[in-house]
Structure formats: structure tokens, C-alpha cells
């Protein structure tokens, strides 16, 4: 069976390229690797895996490549740059799986580069994914595809190995769509690393119990996929460091730029960026994510008595509306910007409330906003929740804190964003339905 | 001449109050001093004051009492609270003039709770003072008051005595509205201090001397009271300490509480008091608010080479981009919050281009803001700065801080801003006027 299947080229074998390799190797592909680590090539080696010393040695006489590198630097330095780069090697009509997370701007731009270089027929696909070093290693990851027919027919088969059946999502709009789709994600996933350190920040100042705390949100309309990953690693001392600061911080980076270069505002994911760097400059950079709860805690004191039922109760109700608020925001914030990068905003929904992203906020609030970003009448129901309602949940929190003197980055900047909102006549005296939220960032 | 100045009670003697009361016995006043901290009492004696050991005893028997504690909680502890507290010992139709910085709505609580205790003969003066210990001390302070005419006339001579001729400002609209006079004021005060150290740390993170910074900054049109106050204090090693972070703080506070109740945004003022909570957790409140250059300098590289003189121009050009997009907004924040409190916007004007919120950029666009909130249609000149332009100057800042991997918090949130106020189709093809950006906030 296995002298059935075509030989692949592996560049980029970091905690998710090596998970991703060696899935191939399990499913009985033949792989070259290569990495500038030579320890992780010996590793490889152990796992079954073939292995090349240059970029150049590593695709030739391949007919599918897959580039898992950290940057849209590295990239680009794999396949132009150094003495043996990877594309005077390349096959005639290659399949190039570009996974790594990069600048829409970038993939695009090598497209052009290729092109400009005579090698049109390269069949490029941008398909950045996502779901961490446990799914890639298990072939399940939610992969984001985009590029021309052709690229996606032939490199289909690899993309189906590595994502799981129902999170394989093919991207319209061509080279830079699955980029796209991957940044857009990216908002909510940065906006919720940050809000879980800054709401277990909130409850450690609030006296709470922290597992107490993280049982009680993860139960609640204000449960989210990050806080389910990140909350217990907070618990435990932020300790595996499974996804460093950096990382998301690199992300961020790609979100606030790519929005600069449009002229697209992106407030809540500026602020978390703005705090990643923050983290940077004391030297947190390596650290687990979950330790940014740490700039939230500094000169915290504890209570003088242990806190009632009625207490913990308010309490709790404190940490949730502050969450809530963030997630409210964070989700406006990705689907307008989806809207404006041309995406397909149910697929952006049904991608994202099954990935990192996903909450309880954005699942309940994302067709609603959806349907406000497609011309919809959206009023508030009576017995539903208003803006109002989130608001003034969300304020309770941001004056307490105020009271406790303790920074809340993002739930500050989401109050004043709905304050924006709330700013017209209008919602002083009618509820306003709280999707209209998007209207903030909508054109 | 002595005999014929009335005795004045004096409740607080802190670095301003000791200033002013001292200030009242060089002009031949009998001042009757109060404060909670023995050794001050002492020295207010050896400088020819009398003492009191209670509000109570302090005002027994005065006609004229000056109030310039530091806090809401602190005026009212000293009226009505405590076992010898001002009010029952008040005389009849006393003078009250409250200098203390304090919200709005305290002050007017004030007024109400007189009246409830039976005493609403009290002559109550809403003055908050502006101008440092140094003016405090020379009887040159800029002072906002705000009350009935007979309050304001009664007063009318002491506050003469305390503030600078051309710098004592009636504000219409009564109690309170001396209160929102200074709350406007500081909202310039509140982003300008922390830009100082926002544009310094970014001007050392370029690599730039940060003494050819200041004299670069100070002599363009990205000059600051503030910056003139605080760069110096920087360059020598934030020594004297001038002015705690504390204080500064605690009037941010002020105003985002007040923005809060009454549903006005603050991006740019709650941006900044989440900094200045994030250097209280990290043990730095009692230090000058110089100091705040700290957060933006950690982990800083050295430069590898020196600068040539095109670098450090470019380089210049940055800073002044970032600080004049940071000072656009922080202008349209503080003139929108006081129309929005119902204030006289030529007087805010006048009053903020003179005392420590001003800057060149407030004194060019504030006019223009006010223009537009008067419902004028603001157009922008083919050869005026454009809202485009300041936003072109303000993003390659924000992104040359990206590069250098450090936070700009006031620039990225300015950055956003301008951004909210450009998303409009409109903006794309056509220049707009830069005080547009006033739009953002206004209903």
C-alpha cells in the first residue's frame, strides 16, 4: 500500500511540522524532513523519517512539498534565500502546501514570486492550520485552504491525511483566503488568551478560588475554548509550556499589521498585543501564555475572611459579565474583518466555533452579527439580552477593578468600544439589539 | 492692612494646601491651619500659622474655609465624619470653598447633604486648582469655580488671592461645574503624562539621546506642557519627584468613573489608567509619574552603530508622529467630554491651552473641534494637515515600535482610533478634516 503513495517533502519540523510528519509517516508516506535543528533530524530519523541537510536536497525530485516553517521570513528563506534554496529544486508542477500562519500579503506575494521567477507552474496552496501539537500529531487539525483549483485537486489527498474530515475548510478567494481565514480566527484566539489571564487575573484580586472560578465560568454562557485550555494551566503553574507568548504574539503581529495596511481597525486584538509586548520586554516571552495572568496579579492582596456563598456568587457573576463583554467585542472585531477580507462568513463561523476560538458568546452572538454585516434589521427582543444588558455587566466588573486598582486592558477597551456603540440617542432610551456592537468597526 | 483681612480656616496642608495657606499669610492673612499629620502642623506654625487639632476647632468661628484635601473621601471625613467633624462648628453663611480635585457628582452630593443636615446657608465654592506647588505657593494657580452668585461672590477675593489674575475662571452651570472643568482638563493631563513616557521610551528603544529628544520634540509642532515638564524630570533620573503616579492616577480615575455613569467613552484616558494600575502593581505609585518611561524601556537592545544624522531625523519624525496622533485624540476626548458635560467650550479652551494639559497640537486643532461640535461643516484644506496625514505619521510609528517588538499603548489606541473615524468610504478618496476625528466620540 505504501508504494501507492507519493513521496513528500517536509520542511519545518518544530512542535507542529514534527506531529505533522511523523502522522505521514504513520500513514505510510515516505517523508524527507528538513530543519536548520539538527537534533530534531536525528529525532526524525528514530521516527522512520528520511531526512535532507538543505532545503534544495529536501524537495528535489518530489512531486508534493509541505512548509511548515515558523515565518513568512523563514519562508521565504527556505525557498529564494542562502546556497541551496528550495526552488531552482523544485519539481515541474509541484504541489507546495504552504501551512504555516503568514501575512495574507505574503502568501500572495509568493505567488507573484514565483511567477516572476518562471515557475508559474508551481501549484501553490496558502493553507495555514490550527489546533495545536496534539491534533497535528493525530492528523485532526482544522486545516484552512485556498488556491487555484488545480493546486487544490492535486494537494487535496495531503490535506485530508492531516485534518480531521469535518475541519477541513476549502477557502474561497483563492492564494491568501486561507491566510485570511487563519488571521481572522487568530483575533478571537488573541483576544481570548489574553482575556483568560485577565479574567483568572480578575478573580485572584476578587479573593476567589481559582478552580473554583474556572469551574463556575467553563459551566456558564461565558465558557470558551481558551479559557477550557489555558484555565487549567493556570492551575498548574503554567506548566506544560505548551504554547509559548511569542507565539500568539506572532500572530497578533500579523492581524494588527495586515489591519494597518487596510486601514481596518482592530482595537481589542491592538490592546492584547500591546500587552504581549509588555510581557516581552520582562522577559516572559518563552513562558506558557497562561503566566500573562501574571500582569494582573502583581501587588494583589489577600482578603482579611474567607468570602460567603452570596459573595462568591456576586463575584463570579463579576469575572463572567467581564468576559462576556471581551468576547462580545472580540467577536465583532473577527467577523467585521471578515466581512472586509471578502470571507465567506458562515464558513468563518462554522470554522471558528469548532476551533480555538470558539465560545459561547461567539456562537450565540455570531449569526446574529453575521446577519447585522448582511443588511438584517436586528432589534432586541424583549426577553432577549440587550447591549445594554452586556454592558452594564461588563461596567460592574470594570469599576470594581477600578476599586481593587488593578489594570483590565481589555475589558476597559471593550467598555469603551460599547460605549461607542451605546453613544447615539437612540440607546439611551430603547435597547439596542447587541450585535449592533459591530457597527463600531462595520463601514 | 491685617486687621482688615478676615480669618481663613485652612483643612489640609499637603504640597498645595501648605503652599496656599502659607501663601494667605504672606499677604497678611490670620490662617487657621488643619491636617491629620502632626509634623505639618509644626512647620505651619514656624511659618506664622495658627493650629487646630479638629475640623471642628479649625473652623469654629471663621467666616472663610478652605478645603484641599486630596480625596472625595477625605472632604467628606472632615465634614461630616469623626468625632469633631466641620460641620456642626460651621458659622452661618460661611464661605466654603472646596479645592480639592473630586468628582462632579461628590460635590454636588455635597450641596444636597448641607441642605439635608439643615445647613443650606453654607456659601459652598466648587474650585478645583491647577498648576503645581510651586504656583500653589505664589498665590498664581489656575482655579475653576463653580456656585450660586452669592457663593461665588463672597469668595470672589480669596480665590483672587490664590490663582494667577488671568487665571481664575467662573464656570457657569454651578456646583459641579468647577469640578468638570478641571475633569476635562485632566483628561489632556492624564494621556499627555503617560505619552511623555510613551514617546521618550520610544525614542530610546530607536535609539535616539533622549536630551536631543526633548529639545527636538519641545521645538516642533509635537510640543507639550507636560512633555516640557516631564522630559527634564526623565533626563535627571525622575528626580525631584514632582508628582506621584498616585495622583495622577487617582484623577483618571475621576474621570473614566464619571465617564462611566454617564455612558461616555474614554478610550484614550482608560487606556491610560490601565497603565498606571499596571505600575502601582509593580510597586512604582509613590514614584514621579517620569518614571513611567520604565514600562516602555524593558528589555531594550543597545544599538549596534551610531545613528547618522538622516536616522536620528527620521527617527524625530517618529516620535513627533507618534505623540501628535496620541495628542489629536486625547484633544478630541477632553472637548467632546465637555460639551458633553455641558461646559463652555471657548472657556475650556482658554483655560487648557494655559495650564498643564496644553500642548501645540490642542492650541492648532481645538478650535477646529470646536468648530465641528457647533455643527459647522469642517473641510479639509488642499494644503491643511489632513486626518490622513496624521494617521500616516501615527501608523509608521506603531509599526516601527512592532519591529522593535515593544508596546505603544496611547499610540496603538489613537492608531485604532483614527482609524474608527476613517473606516468610511468617503475617507478613502477624499481628505478629511483632522478634527473629524472628534466624530468618534460625539453622539
Known sequence: MAADKPRI???????????????????????????????????????????ATTPSEAVRGHDYVVCMVATAAQAQSVLFEGESPALPALSESVSLLLCSTVPCAYVQSLETQLVEKGRGDVLLVDCPVSGGAGRAADGTLSIMAGGSDRALEKGRFLLQELSDTSKLYIVNGGIGAGSNMKMVHQVLAAVK????????????????????????????????????????????EFKPIASAITIILKDAGIITSEALRVGFPTPMTGTAEQVYFSSLGRGYGADDDSSLIRLYTE??????????????????????????????????????????????????????INAAGGSKM?????????????????????????????????QEAVAEAQRLRMPLYLGTEASNLIRLALKDASSLTQPLHRATIAKVWAA
Open 9 to 51: 517533502a517536509f520542511i519545518g519540523l518544530g512542535a507542529m511540522g514534527f506531529g505533522m510528519a511523523t502522522h505521514l509517516l504513520k500513514q505510510g508516506y515516505a517523508v524527507t524532513g528538513f530543519d536548520i535543528w539538527p537534533p530534531t533530524l536525528e529525532r526524525f530519523r528514530a521516527a522512520g523519517g528520511d531526512t
Open 362 to 394: 461567539f456562537e450565540t452572538v455570531g449569526p446574529e452579527i453575521i446577519s447585522l454585516l448582511r443588511g438584517e434589521q436586528m432589534v432586541a427582543e424583549p426577553n432577549g439580552e440587550s447591549l445594554q444588558d452586556v454592558a452594564r455587566q461588563l
Open 299 to 352: 501587588g494583589a492582596k489577600g482578603l482579611a475572611s474567607p468570602l460567603t456563598e452570596e459573595d462568591k456568587a456576586r463575584k463570579f457573576a463579576l469575572v463572567k459579565g467581564l468576559l462576556r463583554g471581551i468576547y462580545l467585542c472580540g467577536t465583532a472585531e473577527s467577523l467585521v474583518f471578515a466581512k472586509r477580507c471578502q470571507l465567506d462568513l458562515n464558513q468563518v463561523y462554522d470554522l471558528c
Open 193 to 236: 488568551i489574553l482575556a483568560t489571564g485577565e479574567g483568572m487575573g480578575f478573580a485572584q484580586q476578587l479573593g476567589l478560588d481559582l478552580t473554583q472560578t474556572y469551574e463556575s465560568i467553563q459551566n456558564s454562557d461565558a465558557s470558551a475554548w481558551m479559557f477550557g485550555h489555558r484555565g487549567p494551566r493556570i492551575l498548574s
